[in-house]
């Protein structure tokens, strides 16, 4: 394996149903992130972890939760979603955090999770 | 705050064939980086070229070439010689200096016509 790679691929869920995204980076990357992608919408950033410990939660709502056991993992638990958040979940990493004077700025992205709530 | 702009929503243009893709953005930080992700059908996006803003030269990757106006806040990619595998979505993403988050335009698509 190889980059980062995102499980499942599609994943459809109802409303009260709980799933997790699961996202595994074997690139050595110290910084995680996960992104929302909608139709016609910029990519929204939802989370950030720096070795292990969350740094960013852009006002997400708590029907999402992550987690974060270590650098090479990230979990994004669902709970009781909403249809408007059927999307795009998409994983990144990087080697440093991007605010850090080491950081390139770029990201590697997952293929990303598609997501439909019912 | 930061925002991208990209107004052109949809771009088609011939293999071999030259395509500019438009960029525009606004910030008042004078510390900042801009890119351009590449988003191929069902692949994983991918880091197209870079520029720091404190370089006055447009950054070159191959066929890939950006023509950076710093004043008019605007940052163009240039495609040259237009490959089928060009076919993608085409991301302007914006980062402040000392900042973690990332601010993508809405995206564009681009399709090369064989």
């Known amino acids: 394996e190889t980059g980062v790679t995102q499980t499942p691929r599609h994943l459809v869920m109802g409303m009260t149903n709980k799933k997790s995204l699961k996202c595994e980076q074997h690139?050595?990357?110290?910084?995680m992130y996960w992104y929302k992608q909608s139709a016609k919408k910029p990519l929204e950033l939802m989370f950030v972890?720096?070795?292990?410990?969350?740094?960013e939660n852009n006002s997400v709502p708590s029907r999402f939760s992550p987690e974060c056991p270590n650098s090479s993992h990230l979990f994004l638990h669902l709970h009781t979603l909403q249809p408007e958040d059927s999307a795009l979940y998409l994983c990144?990493?990087?080697?440093?955090?991007?605010?850090?004077?080491?950081?390139?700025?770029?990201?590697?992205f997952g293929e990303g999770s598609r997501l439909t709530v019912l | 705050a930061q925002t991208v702009t990209q107004s052109q929503p949809e771009m088609s243009v011939q293999e071999a064939e030259t395509v500019t893709l438009s960029c525009t953005y606004d910030t008042s930080e004078n510390n900042y980086y801009l890119f351009w992700y590449k988003q191929p059908p069902s692949r994983q996006m991918i880091l197209v070229i870079r520029?720091?803003?404190?370089?006055?030269q447009n950054a070159t990757e191959n066929r890939f070439s950006v023509n950076f106006q710093k004043a008019a806040k605007s940052f163009s990619l240039k495609i040259s010689d237009s490959q089928l595998g060009d076919t993608a979505m085409y991301f302007c993403a914006l980062l402040k200096g000392g900042s973690e988050k990332l601010v993508f335009g809405k995206g564009m698509k681009l399709t090369v016509n064989p």
């Open positions: 690139l050595g990357h110290n910084a």
């Open positions: 972890y720096n070795f292990k410990e969350q740094t």
């Open positions: 990144a990493s990087s080697q440093d955090r991007l605010a850090g004077v080491t950081g390139t700025g770029e990201l590697f």
């Open positions: 520029q720091e803003a404190y370089k006055q």
